[in-house]
């Protein structure tokens, strides 16, 4: 076997510090999970729904209702991660927790991620990691895209693993092992398997380059070394073909662009988040000019190639919206991470960054956790409807937004998927997409009120968006076809629309009408 190569920095630059004890970086972990350890239900917006689909292909052969209403038929798709972990899991402890469980993991497994990557890389953590952990809770991960969240998080343990392979000079070895590595990443969601083959291109070609091959030599070498992560391209051929393709479409669309951009860490409170996403571009312009800062090659060439890929994308592919939202937070993650000091910083000056690396990070932590159990007490007020509705009740739901883009998310969306959960009953706000999605409703009698974003009204038509009016959707309901009517947080209507309902349950705004005729 060839013997091991150093890192790229040894252990003897560095002067030993807290940040880098075994001890520090696994408490970094545990804390990493205390935001969601309250909320009965991680509140992401998209979760709930989610939820309600686990519910049927876990339950839907015992469940008379669901079969009334869903069928659900499993494929090989790259978009299964937590829906395959789940079965097992639910059985264990039931499917709300198994899902809780699941999600603390993620931003969990990602932060593992990061610093595995980090050390790989500079031989140690350096204090400025701490600045890229927050990134773990980023945008994409509160909408609730929980599948390409977990992959992202193996993604980044798979990339470590890698470099690691490549350090110690196993390569014929790590071209063997991730062959299947690479196809469970695409499994789980294929956003990892793709960004994982860009960080390794990126990684390998920098190694070549380094070992004295001219550009384009290490480029095709680079290439070639990755064709182990190239299996999942059938996969992707067979699933994408034909009438299960989907469009892809908003090309550089560069208004949303920069809105992904700094909506980086965007949860609740837009002066928080925006300070916060502030301090990391000037910790990365700093990086520039500051004498004693550099950047690796390694991870600089990363960034770089995600910041093209990111530039390039759709906002849309293959029917899937936020394609290019879900790269930012990882960019400037991997960003982040390729700062080091250089040789020969006093330790005083790297304590002090990593004081400040971890003040940033238990600041956001906090605030992550505040605005959970805020979100939380929110889900607990409207989930109470769900306590007087029958057991496979015909539900049509409604769920007020408002028009524009406001910074704080109500994360209701898709909260009355919990109804499919807790009472098997039907509920209109499941996705239904060839290919994407492996549930299909079978109740027609729904008519419009069988897919999102049915659930979604609003007091106006608002410009580019789908979304209908309540007071439409009011009049539009097929009485006979829905026992119960429940609208979550209603912008005004007219309460002639609602003349023949009677309402069985109130909160605030929100109400549960059983329909009388």
Same mark, same amino acid.
């Given at each position: ?13 560095? #002067? ?40 049927? &292909?876990?339950? !839907? ?10 069928? +659900? ?27 809780? !469980? ?9 932060? /593992? ?27 994409? +991960? ?17 990339? $470590? ?24 990443? =695409? ?17 390998? #070609? ?47 669309? *560069? ?13 609740? =409170? ?5 300070? $916060? ?54 960019? +400037? ?12 910083? &006093? ?10 690396? !971890? ?47 406001? =910074? ?10 919990? #109804? ?10 499941? *996705? /239904?997409? $060839? ?8 109740? &027609? ?36 076809? +829905? ?21 069985? *349950? ?12």
């Amino acid at each position: 076997m060839t013997p091991h190569l150093p890192h790229p920095r040894t252990p003897s630059d560095f #002067a030993p510090g807290f940040w880098q004890t075994r001890a520090f970086l696994a408490l970094v972990v545990l804390v990493t999970m205390v935001p969601l350890l309250w909320p009965d239900v991680p509140p992401l917006t998209d979760l709930p729904g989610h939820m309600g689909r686990y519910k049927v &292909q876990i339950d !839907l052969d015992q469940s008379p209702f669901l079969q009334r209403y869903y069928g +659900f038929e499993w494929a090989l798709i790259g978009n299964l991660g937590v829906d395959l972990l789940v079965v097992p899991l639910s059985k264990l402890f039931g499917l709300e927790l198994a899902v809780k !469980l699941v999600v603390i993991a993620i931003p969990a497994l990602t932060v /593992v991620g990061f610093l595995w990557v980090a050390h790989e890389v500079h031989g140690q953590v350096p204090p400025t990691t701490l600045f890229a952990l927050p990134f773990a809770y980023g945008h994409p +991960f509160q909408f609730g895209f929980v599948n390409s969240s977990l992959s992202m998080a193996f993604a980044f343990l798979a990339f $470590a693993l890698w470099l690691r392979m490549a350090r110690f000079g196993q390569l014929r070895l790590r071209a063997f092992v991730f062959v299947p590595i690479s196809m469970l990443i =695409w499994l789980t969601h294929t956003y990892g398997w793709g960004t994982l083959g860009l960080m390794a291109f990126s990684a390998e #070609a920098v190694r070549q380059h380094d070992q004295g091959r001219r550009l384009a030599d290490a480029v095709v070498r680079s290439a070639i070394h990755c064709l182990s992560l190239a299996p999942p391209i059938l996969l992707m051929l067979a699933w994408r073909s034909g009438h299960v393709g989907g469009i892809t479409a908003d090309w550089f669309n *560069w208004k949303s662009k920069f809105r992904w951009v700094i909506t980086a860490l965007r949860d609740r =409170w837009k002066e928080f988040d925006g300070a $916060a996403l502030a301090l990391v571009a000037l910790l990365l312009l700093e990086a520039i000019r500051h004498r004693k800062l550099e950047y690796s090659r390694n991870l600089a060439a990363s960034a770089l190639l995600l910041l093209l890929v990111f530039i390039l994308l759709p906002r849309i592919v293959f029917g899937s919206a936020y394609a290019d939202m879900r790269l930012v937070p990882y960019l +400037f993650a991997v960003a982040v991470i390729a700062i080091r000091y250089k040789p020969g910083v &006093q330790p005083r000056a790297m304590k002090m960054v990593a004081l400040a690396g !971890l003040a940033f990070f238990l600041v956001r932590t906090a605030g992550t956790t505040v605005s959970f159990w805020l979100y939380d007490r929110s889900y607990d007020r409207e989930l109470a409807a769900l306590d007087h509705l029958p057991r496979g009740a015909r539900l049509v739901s409604m769920v007020g937004e408002r028009c524009g883009n406001e =910074w704080m998310m109500s994360r209701l969306h898709h909260l009355p998927g919990l #109804a499919i959960v807790r009472k098997e009953a039907y509920s209109n706000e499941q *996705w /239904v997409m $060839a290919g994407a999605q492996l549930l299909r409703v079978r109740y &027609q009698e729904a008519g419009f009120f069988q897919r999102d974003p049915s659930q979604i009204v609003t007091l106006r038509r608002c410009p580019r968006e789908s979304y209908r009016t309540i007071n439409q959707n009011l009049a539009g309901i097929p009485r006979n076809a +829905f026992d119960y009517v429940w609208l979550v947080g209603p912008p005004p209507y007219d309460p002639r629309l609602t003349e023949g309902l009677r309402p069985i *349950w109130r909160s605030g705004r929100s109400v549960l009408f059983r329909v009388e005729r």
